[in-house]
């Protein structure tokens, strides 16, 4: 009996002296193993009597269990010493520098907006809004363009499915809707701007189904075409931070008499002809005009005591212009790389 207790206490022992989980399992072989010393003693019993073995079994059962139990508490002491080992090795080094990481950028459509919106308001408009879904009266109408007029076919509209009462309404096609939503609002004088986004059933290298556009509106007193050319003088110098060279040439809108298409000198080849302005040293920027007669009798504003000057352009024709991009679908195909190039950090902005 005194040999077990011996085994007992060295195996005891053994297990508080393992200094690690490797050393642990090695003490648990060295006893509890196939060839272990605590084994060895089970596999004794075998060639005993019924009594010898009843009693020495259980006295070697009091060793196993002593061990297993010693080596469990044992194995979860080393554990947690362990994961603390470890943890503090992973401590973290707070004079490392940070891993590189992406921020944002704003899209050029967005900073765009906000470029123009700044200029304009420097010079006295303000904001002013309209529906997307407009009706036909708004869209059309209103701006002069009777029903079956050619002008409307320009605007390859989409519709949508007629309401309860009948009425189809449309995508509006320009932001020239808000000129009338703002004379049926306020009275002149007035100087407000519109942006935001046109639908137009058409893609390719220049045409988008939606892009955005600004408009222009200004009801004063005594308003001539003159006030019209500074005004967009002014507004093309400040956004493209230059003196750009600019021409107006006749042109139609329905909404405008007399009405003007704006070119800006080309700014790429500086007028002698190249593959953007298609050799013409001219790019269309905008269309222009002071409003129609019938405009502002359609809202009610007395076209013998005041006069009207309008504008209207594409934002990412201006984008395209001033940054050099050639494809209008890559606003819209949402690329990180597109963004990376062309996007202005937040500071910026
Ligand atoms: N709405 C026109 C278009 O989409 C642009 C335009 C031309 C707006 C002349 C105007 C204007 O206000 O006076 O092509």
């Not at 060895?40 to 070697?60: F, H, I, N, T, W």
């Not at 308001?121 to 059309?140: K, Q, W």
């Not at 007035?190 to 200004?218: C, N, W, Y």
């Not at 040439?249 to 080309?266: G, K, L, M």
């Amino acid at each position: 009996m005194s040999d077990l207790q011996n085994l007992q206490s060295d195996s005891l022992a053994a297990i508080q002296a393992a200094a690690n989980l490797d050393a642990l399992e090695e003490t648990r072989v060295k006893f509890l193993g196939k060839k272990g010393l605590i084994s060895a003693e089970m596999q004794k019993l075998g060639k005993m009597s019924p009594d010898e073995r009843k009693e020495y079994g259980a006295a070697v059962n009091v060793v196993k269990e002593a061990f297993q139990s010693a080596l469990h508490s044992r194995k979860q002491t080393l554990e947690e010493q362990a994961l603390e080992d470890q943890l503090s090795l992973e401590t973290q080094d707070m004079t490392l520098p940070a891993d590189a990481y992406q921020l944002g950028k704003v899209h050029p459509v967005s900073y765009t907006i906000m470029e123009v919106g700044d200029i304009l308001a420097r010079l006295g408009f303000s904001h002013a809004t309209g529906p997307e879904i407009e009706t036909d009266f708004y869209n059309f109408t209103a701006l002069n363009i009777p029903e079956n007029h050619p002008a409307r076919q320009d605007h390859d509209t989409f519709y949508l499915k007629p309401d309860a009462s009948g009425e189809r309404k449309v995508l509006r096609t320009q932001t020239s809707n808000v000129q009338i939503h703002t004379m049926e609002k306020f009275e002149p004088p007035m100087r407000v701007m519109s942006i935001g986004r046109v639908f137009r059933k058409d893609s390719d290298v220049t045409h988008t189904p939606q892009f955005h556009q600004v408009e222009g509106l200004a009801i004063e007193k005594g308003l001539a075409f003159a006030h019209l050319r500074g005004v967009l003088q002014k507004f093309l110098n400040d956004f493209f931070e230059k003196d750009v060279t600019m021409r107006m040439r006749p042109h139609y809108f329905p909404f405008t008499e007399p009405s003007a298409e704006v070119d800006i000198e080309c700014l790429f080849c500086k007028g002698d002809g190249c593959r953007i302005c298609k050799q013409s040293g001219w790019l269309e920027v905008l269309g222009s005009g002071m409003v129609h007669r019938n405009v502002l009798t359609h809202c009610q504003v007395d076209h013998t005591e005041w006069q009207g000057f309008a504008f209207g352009c594409g934002i990412e024709r201006l984008a395209m212009l001033k940054y050099g991009i050639n494809d209008l679908r890559l606003f819209y195909e949402s690329q990180a790389a597109f963004l990376k190039h062309f996007g202005k950090s937040v500071s910026q902005v």
